[in-house]
């Protein structure tokens, strides 16, 4: 019989609830009677709603982040769920584009996300109970070209998840290591595709055709709902653990497979895949 995540989860914090897959969680949970504190960094895009908050929260200044967490958090009560969601993608050629850009890439999405993940999981295990669902991606065991650091910070997100699973274990904290596949979401817009300094002809032709590639996969994936729903599930199972999310191919069958074959194999079908 499944329950309303009320029941379990009385207040959320969602970071980057303004769209995409955070907006669809966050309306996951108002539907489910969670009172929700959503981030963006322009509160105007937040509509107001009936039992939720919306907060200004800059991922790039890890100091003012937390501060403004720990307000919300106060004002809350206390937050019986936390979903790091907030993230951006770019796309270049890791040796022709300013360092500066893969720096506050990860920023944002390690360094910056961990620290919410410290502040979040001090106090839940104070009180031995919540759930910290931090959003990593498939790309994080299939790296995709040319989002070199993207990659990087899903690989580093999912092994803090990984780890942490491990300290919350009979602490009556949960932690959760969502992985997504490709999503159609505000997130194609919103990747950025720095200028590329001293490229060849050919890197450039490269990428191109990888971009191609990706471009297409996010306009194909499923709807963010989607994946509020298998959240949702998972939120319900009230268990730690690793839950990927998409279509069949991406969520299921090819971490099946690279279980079993050589990672050379996984790499080989993914340079046909995006025309290196
Ligand atoms: N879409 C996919 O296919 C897919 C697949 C795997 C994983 N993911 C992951 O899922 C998460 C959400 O992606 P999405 O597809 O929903 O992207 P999206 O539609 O572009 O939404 C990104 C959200 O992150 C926020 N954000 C971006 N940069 C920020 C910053 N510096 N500080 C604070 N907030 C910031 C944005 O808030 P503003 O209102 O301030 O712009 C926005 O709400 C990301 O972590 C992404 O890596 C997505």
Known sequence: MSHSLAARYRTAFVTGASTGLGLAFAEMLLAEGVEVWGTTRDPKRLPARARFHAVALELGDGAAAEEIFLEAEHAAGSFDLVVNNAGFGAFGAFAHTE???WEEQLRVMLVNTARLSHAALRGMLARNRGALVNVSSIAGEFAMPY????NTTKAGLSALNESLMYEVKGTGVIVIDLRPGDYRTDFEGSVRY???TGAPAATASRMARA???????????PAPAHA???LRRALQRGR?????????FQAVLAPFLARFGPLK??????EKYFGL
């Not at 989002?147 to 993207?150: D, L, P, T």
């Open 211 to 221: 971009r191609a590639v990706f471009e297409g996969m996010m306009r194909s994936g």
């Open 265 to 270: 194999l996984k790499r080989t079908i993914q």
């Open 240 to 248: 730690s653990g690793t839950v990927r999310t998409g279509r069949f």
């Open 228 to 230: 509020a729903a298998t």
């Open 194 to 196: 720095p200028a590329q």
């Open 147 to 150: 989002q070199a650091i993207y």
């Open 99 to 101: 360092f500066a850009v």
